[in-house]
């Protein structure tokens, strides 16, 4: 019997979707590329076979995982995938992919940062962060790096100093580093499928990727909860604040490389505009970095490229 490159794919992604947390959780391998495979596997499966059976499936994977570590499982495993689930049942009820996008990487980002909010309140005891800062300063001197940096004119004492500045922080946005983890999954995943589909269904170009406005909000409410948590005491909502901001950052960043693209390709844009942004790359990163960012949230709000509200298959 003959089965086809499609069919093949359909039942290779249901032994993914079932098997794969099962054996994660056997094993404790359970990693960003697990999450990432599960991901791939969910596009695929749903191409062909919906969003319900998917799930199924998906949950199936999920309550084997439980058979050889119990509840424990819970602390090890990731619930991206989940998202996945979300963000192609949206589209299949008619919302556009930007807006399916948003909602998709907000749970991605949520999925992702709650299991870190616990280990940033214990990371941030005065007596853990004392031990965790001797221990990077005796890895350091182990290395060799401490009497380099002594050379150059920076003695311990001053290292430490900065230690103490950089690990809390650190620490406080660990929800954050791994939301952005998340949401790089998710992307890989998503791009992935979307360049295989590539010979059958034409893709939104770069430089028309958008998100709609009131993702906006996101970075409005993390800046009002650190501005507000800083000032009422209340460091929780400081930090949440903080987390909110750094991960809208990354995306708020490729908003702003897709603006530019566009006017770069724009007709009437000229060329003194392409060579002074190559100068100022490379010898202003950070402002540059900085510029795109905010380039990226005013976008949302004034739309500078006048995209129409829903583009689907790069028509518009």
Same mark, same amino acid.
């Given at each position: 019997? $003959? /089965? ?5 794919? #359909?039942?290779?992604s249901r032994m993914i979707l079932v098997l794969v947390p099962f054996f994660s959780s056997w094993f404790n391998t359970w990693s960003w590329i697990v999450e990432i495979l599960l ?16 799930? *199924? ?11 050889? %570590? ?17 963000? =192609?049942? =949206? ?9 399916? *996008?948003?909602?998709?990487l907000a749970l991605v980002a949520l999925f992702s940062a709650l299991p870190a909010a616990p280990v940033v309140q214990v990371a941030l005891q005065p007596k853990a962060l004392e031990?965790?800062?001797?221990? !990077?300063?005796?890895? $350091? ?35 954050? @580093? ?9 992307? /890989? ?10 010979? !059958? ?8 990727? #958008? ?6 909000? &996101? %970075? ?10 800083? $000032?009422? +005491?209340?460091? @929780? ?9 750094? *991960?809208?950052?990354? &995306?708020?960043?490729?908003? +702003?490389?897709?603006? &530019? ?13 392409? @060579? ?10 950070? @402002?540059?970095?900085?510029?795109? &960012? *905010?380039?990226?949230?005013?976008? =949302? ?10 583009i689907e298959g790069g028509e518009q």
């Amino acid at each position: 019997m $003959y /089965i086809s490159d499609r069919n093949a794919l #359909q039942y290779a992604s249901r032994m993914i979707l079932v098997l794969v947390p099962f054996f994660s959780s056997w094993f404790n391998t359970w990693s960003w590329i697990v999450e990432i495979l599960l991901l791939f596997a969910i596009f695929i499966h749903c191409r062909g076979s919906g969003v319900r059976l998917t799930a *199924m499936l998906l949950a199936i994977g999920y309550l084997a995982a439980f058979i050889p %570590a119990g509840g424990e499982i819970l602390a090890r495993i990731g619930f991206t995938p989940w998202a996945g689930i979300v963000f =192609l049942g =949206l589209k299949n009820r008619g919302m556009s992919t930007s807006h399916s *996008m948003f909602w998709g990487l907000a749970l991605v980002a949520l999925f992702s940062a709650l299991p870190a909010a616990p280990v940033v309140q214990v990371a941030l005891q005065p007596k853990a962060l004392e031990v965790a800062i001797r221990e !990077v300063l005796d890895f $350091y001197q182990q290395q060799g790096f401490l009497s380099s940096l002594e050379k150059q004119g920076m003695s311990p004492a001053e290292f430490e100093g900065v230690l103490r500045l950089a690990v809390p922080i650190y620490y406080k946005l660990l929800p954050a @580093i791994a939301g952005i983890i998340g949401m790089l999954e998710f992307g /890989i995943a998503y791009w992935t499928y979307s360049y295989s589909l590539k010979r !059958v269904q034409r893709n939104t170009p770069f430089y028309l990727w #958008q998100l709609p406005w009131y993702a906006v909000w &996101v %970075a409005i409410i993390g800046l009002a909860a650190y501005l507000g948590g800083g $000032y009422l +005491g209340k460091s @929780i909502i400081e930090i949440a604040g903080l987390n909110i901001m750094a *991960m809208t950052a990354p &995306v708020s960043m490729i908003m +702003g490389f897709s603006c &530019v693209s566009y006017f770069l390709k724009h007709p009437k844009m000229p060329r003194v505009f392409a @060579i002074a942004l190559i100068f100022a790359v490379a010898f202003f990163p950070f @402002i540059v970095l900085a510029g795109l &960012v *905010m380039t990226g949230l005013f976008d =949302l709000v004034f739309n500078f490229r006048k995209i129409p509200e829903k583009i689907e298959g790069g028509e518009q």
